[in-house]
């Protein structure tokens, strides 16, 4: 039970599983799915198909988190890459061949790929600050998406294409199964190799790692055109979902949501450790979040108060003053029954470990700047 | 007092030299960068377009700027001493329409006002606790503030409302002329908000405070500074500036629109950074975020007079971004060989 209670995930999922239970408990058929046609529907259906852009770019997200870096460019780049697809398709004779699809898609995550490497570059060779770095793209990009599509909205009929987001095979939607299948892939090569504790090592101290031996330069640069790639995917299903590139609103916000699912998982912004399953259980609860607030009735432009609130008490939880009166009240009690010296011993190292955490978060960031040089 | 001294004392000293003054004050360079590109901006459309720069022009420059002006000079705060503040464009959103919202409920404008930058300063204060007491990266806290922000505004109201209220709209409206020169009231306040800016960055122990927690928040404390009540203060603040701007910006618009200033908070930090403040907190002046606000300015109406998209704003403004921040990449590595 102890060991249960200390894994670093065990927040996160219990977080989701109240969330799954208040909406059960609300709407009885929230955990109910049905078979139609041989395809599953309900709301647990919904929010895996939902969550698949969101699931992307959150993957890219933790390894960019992971090198102690940030990615704000990522709704810019799935705005670039839907307008790029569409633009191809919307051109051609044949919108509704396979190859074209193939073709327009191919182009898409290419220029994602691209854009990716642009942002690695400045932050591993020219040593810029990621939220700059990235804020360049996120500034332009968008233009860019406008200027591809001429500044309309583009709309296109194409059945290969529509099947990205809205097909479905055995069942289950495709766009579940694109992001069962990025996860698998960055899973497997971040934990299977060694690529995971390279990152970490370069995360948790740039100049340590490079001093060992490690290649910082290529796992960081890696690292943002694995976000750019993720995110033009990500791009492609969005677009797929409403079949026209909107430069405007794809992606909207989705680097803040994106965000906020690491830090949910347990993926502290300051680098270093991360955790895909974390990142994972935090995109569900976060469209689970979104589903939820949508049920209520809540009129969607005023959800993001609610994604605030979610914010704030994430945060506090996590913060060392919270942790400390929890554990000054906690204590306040045991210490009538129990013997103190035990307890003592482990409040101490809890605390202990938490401080070490802080300000290993808090000093190194500055002189990331001159490392990376 | 003496801290204060010496600085003007070494500008005073070297004038005869330029290049002595310039390397002194290095992280002046920046600035003068941004200065010089908008002499070139100016100019080039001048030469281009023959009746670019002419009083009523420059005038409207400040007239349609006035609301980032006001959220530059918060923002830059929050930058020197190494935060950033995403909150600002929500805030200001906020406010605005709770401005409307208020006046058209019969609320008198001088109850309004104070209201509104009551409840800018209210976010701000909130964040602040976040970054300082609770540890939470700024990036974070005013990431929150920003979807909080937004969110209240769409509580208050989900459509645009018109300000019909004759003092409000007298900001926009009243136009002081000297000639074709001509300032608005909301002119005024930016100005006056670039100069109390000025002013508390440069000549008060508050101001100072700021650049030396930028500088080294760890030293600022040792040296017996209050970080604590400056890094709060300078979330509020900004939240203030945010309180100020809604009101300019519904002034202008006649109208509080809660989707106002979706990305304003970019543009706020590149026009920030563009005139020469240092991300990672401690160099930077007011001054160069007014420079760097004119410039973004004047990008936009060039590219409204050639009558081009406006996505090349963005696309020319991330440009631009790109080559100040590997201009001060070079200036931040040189002056670090230097030492």
């Not at chain 1, 955990?31 to 929010?47: C, P």
């Not at chain 1, 938490?354 to 290993?360: E, I, K, T, Y």
């Not at chain 2, 005024?188 to 508390?200: E, H």
Request: charged share 10%; proline share 4%.
């Amino acid at each position: 039970m102890k060991d249960i209670l200390k894994h670093r995930l065990i927040w996160p999922v219990v977080a989701l599983i109240a969330l799954i239970a208040i909406n059960t408990a609300t709407r009885p058929t929230f955990l109910s799915v049905t078979v139609r046609d041989g395809q599953l529907y309900g709301s647990l259906i919904d929010i895996l198909r939902n969550s698949a852009p969101l699931m992307l770019v959150a993957l890219g997200m933790t390894l960019v988190i992971a090198t102690r870096g940030i990615d704000l460019s990522v709704g810019a780049i799935m705005a670039v890459s839907g307008a790029v697809a569409l633009t191809i398709i919307d051109a051609s004779a044949t919108p509704n061949s396979p190859a074209t699809v193939a073709v327009a898609i191919a182009a898409a995550i290419l220029v994602s790929l691209v854009l990716g490497t642009w942002n690695g570059f400045l932050v591993s060779v020219l040593g810029i600050q990621p939220i700059i770095a990235t804020l360049v793209l996120m500034l332009a990009g968008r233009g860019i998406a406008l200027l591809i599509t001429g500044g309309f909205i583009t709309t296109v009929n194409s059945d290969p294409y529509k099947f990205m987001a809205q097909g479905y095979i055995a069942g289950f939607p495709f766009a579940f199964y694109v992001s069962v299948f990025a996860v698998a892939v960055v899973a497997l090569v971040e934990r299977r190799t060694a690529l995971g504790m390279l990152t970490e090592a370069v995360g948790i101290n740039p100049k340590a790692s490079r001093l060992a031996g490690v290649r910082s330069r290529g796992i960081i640069w890696g690292a943002y055109i694995a976000s750019g790639a993720l995110s033009g995917m990500a791009g492609i299903l969005y677009s797929s979902n409403i079949m026209a590139a909107d430069a405007n609103a794809s992606g909207l916000f989705i680097e803040l949501y994106a965000i906020l699912a690491v830090v949910l998982g347990g993926t502290a912004l300051t680098g270093g450790k991360f955790s895909i399953a974390g990142t994972v259980i935090g995109v569900l609860t976060i469209q689970t979040l979104i589903s939820t607030i949508t049920f209520l009735g809540v009129p969607p432009p005023v959800s993001p108060v609610f994604m605030a609130t979610a914010v704030i008490i994430v945060v506090l939880l996590q913060s060392s003053r919270v942790h400390n009166a929890a554990r000054a009240f906690v204590g306040l009690f045991r210490a009538r029954g129990e013997p103190p010296a035990r307890n003592d011993t482990a409040n101490g190292a809890g605390t202990a470990t938490d401080a070490g955490a802080q300000s290993l978060g808090d000093t190194p960031e500055r002189d990331d700047t001159k490392v990376a040089r | 007092m003496t801290r204060l001294e010496t600085p003007r004392n070494a500008r005073r000293g070297p004038s005869g030299s330029f290049g002595a003054f310039m390397s002194r004050r290095s992280s002046l360079m920046p600035t003068f960068t941004a200065l010089a590109i908008l002499l070139l901006l100016l100019g080039g459309a001048h030469a281009y377009f023959g009746n670019f720069v002419t009083p009523s022009n420059l005038s409207a420059l400040l007239l349609d700027n006035a609301y980032l002006l006001i959220l530059a000079v918060g923002v830059t705060l929050v930058i020197l001493t190494g935060g950033i503040d995403l909150s600002v464009g929500s805030v200001m959103a906020f406010t605005g329409i709770l401005c409307a919202k208020l006046l058209s409920d019969g609320v008198p404008p001088i109850i309004v006002v104070p209201v509104m930058i009551a409840g800018g300063a209210l976010i701000g204060l909130l964040l602040g606790v976040l970054v300082q007491y609770f540890d939470v990266q700024p990036f974070i806290a005013t990431l929150a503030g920003l979807f909080l922000a937004r969110g209240l505004a769409f509580v208050v109201s989900q459509s645009s409302m018109r300000v019909e209220d004759p003092a409000i709209l007298w900001l926009q409206s009243e136009r002081f002329r000297l000639g074709d020169w001509y300032i608005t009231p909301t002119g005024i306040m930016a100005l006056l908000v670039v100069a109390i800016g000025v002013f508390v960055t440069q000549w008060t122990r508050f101001g100072r405070t700021i650049y030396a927690i930028g500088g080294s928040e760890q030293s600022a404390r040792l040296m017996g500074l209050n970080v604590a009540r400056t890094k709060v203060l300078v979330y509020l603040i900004s939240g203030v500036c945010g309180g100020l701007a809604g009101l300019t910006l519904t002034a202008y618009s006649g109208a509080g629109y809660p989707l106002n200033g979706v990305g304003t908070e970019l543009d706020t930090i590149a026009a920030v950074v563009i005139g020469g403040t240092l991300l990672t907190g401690g160099t930077g002046y007011v001054m160069g975020s007014m420079i760097g606000v004119l410039v973004f300015g004047t990008i936009k109406s060039v590219i409204s007079f050639m009558g081009a998209e406006q996505s090349w704003t963005r696309i020319i403004i991330g440009t631009l971004l790109l080559l100040f921040i590997v201009v001060q990449r070079v200036i931040v590595a040189r002056s670090e060989r230097g030492h």
